[in-house]
């Protein structure tokens, strides 16, 4: 069994498998994930989640909206 967060696909596979099916890749983007953790540990893990959502490769979220050529 699987333990913690698994991604299926990088954001460049992601992005190669849209664009082989035809789609055009117009955004990119990732969110932070709320989790309710006892004080300082939330505290920590809000900011770095925050911090590394602005790189959406690394987020804990990966978003894309991609739009059929």
């Known amino acids: 069994q699987p ?5 299926v696909f ?5 992005k190669d498998l849209l664009n082989k099916y035809g789609f055009k890749v117009e955004k990119v983007a990732s969110s932070p994930i709320a989790f309710d ?3 300082p540990i939330d ?3 809000d900011s770095l989640d925050y911090f590394f959502s602005s790189f959406p490769s690394l987020g804990s979220n990966l978003l894309v ?3 059929k050529k």
């Open 43 to 45: 505290f920590i893990y």
């Open 3 to 7: 333990v913690g967060h698994i991604r």
């Open 10 to 14: 990088t954001l460049s596979t992601l």
């Open 65 to 67: 909206i991609g739009k």
């Open 37 to 39: 953790f006892p004080q």
